[in-house]
């Protein structure tokens, strides 16, 4: 154990668990335990469950010998007050089956003006429930998360499968204690008849944003990485090896949706664009110099607007296509130093909501990914101590990964993932700032 460690362990925070990561052969668990608080299982749960490669396993006494590695629990069939009795025991006689690394998902629906007070009542308690759930279960690098149904998401299996393929998979091992709501369901189409889709990924020349274009290349996009000229090198060498194109642009400039729209021509439209380009300047607003505000706010916010804007007013963005554009959890919980970083990345959570009606017509998502503590350069210029807590404080113990945020953005730009818009997912292990 480092002197770090060490220091750290005395301090309450123990060495972690490591978290499995995806590859190609970890992909789902063999076995997926499927259980209900009522005596009924929702068909749609189970009809999505037949699209996947897993064995579905019904029946608490069939776990006697058996560990678990993922656990459904159907919570979509509210009774009455005996429910939350049945929630109590269901997942509680599973946790001692459970194996390290395990993922547990629990699916319910969303609250609504059309569900009476109990049952809207009983779906906010599952949110407390799962999170401290996955604050108990992350000591085994476990996560528990949730998958809302909204109401007009009628056939939801066809909108389900993809988000419990990706909660149950190592896909998401550094996301837990998270909600996601399936929309109304009728915004699929069919795939694009290009035989490659474009991805734009900005300031991809290191840290997220290269895992990101990196994780689409191994999905099949063509990738065009855009960073601005000091990065020049690093950007040229990793869109060479991804066989892609490097763009040298600065996002807050005037000219740069003008010259996006230039290239989507080029390519016959976007099919996912990732704003992913973002600086801090941490300073006191009573020491914050006005450059150092409107930077941040022009890079992080309304360059993402701005360019937006452009694409989609010629219609630079495919039917079908995604906008996926990176939020922070300092945006949610604010963090002193940073009153321009936490509002340029509250800002982009507001934006996604907001966007999502009107790109619904056009059959394109809106999404953001708020990253907590990730491993990259922008993290290790924190001081020493902020960044060895930053890293600890989560119910994983540890910090995330570039590619624990390229696989969320992987998921969200997914032809699949058409009932999910105008969401923020955080992807921060349930970083006990803001949560
Ligand atoms: P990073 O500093 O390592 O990389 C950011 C990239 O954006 C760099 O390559 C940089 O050159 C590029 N860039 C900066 N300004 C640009 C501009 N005007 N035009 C084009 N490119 C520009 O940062 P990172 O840690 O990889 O973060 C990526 C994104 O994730 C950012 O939006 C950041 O705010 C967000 N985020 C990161 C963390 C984390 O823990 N690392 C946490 C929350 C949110």
């Known amino acids: 154990m480092s002197l770090t460690n060490k220091f750290f362990s005395l301090l309450g925070f123990p060495e972690p668990i490591s978290l499995k990561r995806f590859n190609s052969k970890n992909s789902l668990p063999e076995n997926v335990v499927l259980l209900s608080i009522s005596k009924q299982i929702n068909s749609n749960i189970e009809q999505a469950l037949l699209q996947l490669p897993t064995n579905i396993i019904k029946s608490a006494s069939d776990l006697t010998e058996k560990s678990i590695a993922a656990l459904i629990i159907d919570a979509t069939n509210y009774i009455d007050e005996s429910s939350y009795q049945q929630l109590y025991l269901t997942v509680k006689n599973t946790l001692r089956h459970l194996d390290s690394n395990a993922k547990i998902l629990i699916i319910a629906h969303a609250q609504s003006p059309n569900k009476n007070v109990d049952e809207n009542t009983f779906s906010q308690s599952l949110i407390g429930f799962s999170k401290s759930l996955a604050k108990e279960v992350g000591r085994k690098a476990s996560t528990t998360n949730i998958i809302f149904i909204a109401d007009e998401a ?19 091992s550094f996301i837990s204690g998270q909600t996601l709501t399936i929309n109304a369901v009728n915004n699929l189409i069919n795939p694009p008849s290009k035989t490659k889709k474009i991805a734009v990924v ?24 855009i960073d601005i000229e000091p990065m020049k090198i690093q950007l040229t060498n990793v869109m060479k090896t991804l066989q892609g194109e490097s763009v040298i ?93 936490a509002c340029s990345k509250a800002a982009i959570i507001g ?10 017509r056009e059959k394109i998502t809106i999404n953001a990914i708020a990253p907590g503590f990730i491993e990259t350069q922008m993290t290790k210029k924190m001081p020493f101590f902020t960044r060895e807590m930053g890293r600890r404080m989560n119910a994983l113990g540890q910090g995330g990964l570039p590619i624990d945020v390229a696989e969320a953005v992987t998921f969200l730009g997914d032809e699949l993932s058409f009932a999910i818009s105008g969401q923020t997912l955080r992807v921060c292990g349930l970083n006990i700032i803001g949560t």
């Not at 009628?154 to 998401?172: E, G, M, R, T, V």
């Not at 900005?202 to 990485?225: C, P």
């Not at 600086?279 to 992080?300: C, G, S």
């Open 202 to 225: 900005t300031g991809a020349g290191q840290g997220i944003g290269s895992a990101i274009a990196s994780r689409l290349f191994d999905e099949g996009y063509f990738v065009i990485g």
């Open 154 to 172: 009628h056939d939801s299996h066809l909108a389900l499968s993809n988000p419990i393929n990706f909660f149950l998979s190592s896909k998401s």
């Open 351 to 360: 934006y996604v909501k907001s966007m999502n009606t009107k790109l619904a």
């Open 249 to 341: 642009l600065d996002v807050s400039a005037n000219d740069a949706g003008s010259k996006l729209v230039t290239l989507a021509k080029q390519h016959g439209g976007f099919d996912l664009i990732v704003h992913n380009a973002g600086i801090t300047r941490d300073k006191t607003l009573a020491k914050m110099p006005e450059n150092l505000w409107q930077q941040t706010l022009n890079i992080n916010l309304l360059s993402v607007m701005r360019i937006n804007k452009a694409l989609l007013m010629e219609q630079s963005i495919n039917q079908g296509g995604r906008i996926i554009c990176l939020s922070s959890m300092n945006g949610i919980a604010g963090q002193g130093g940073q009153t321009n970083y």
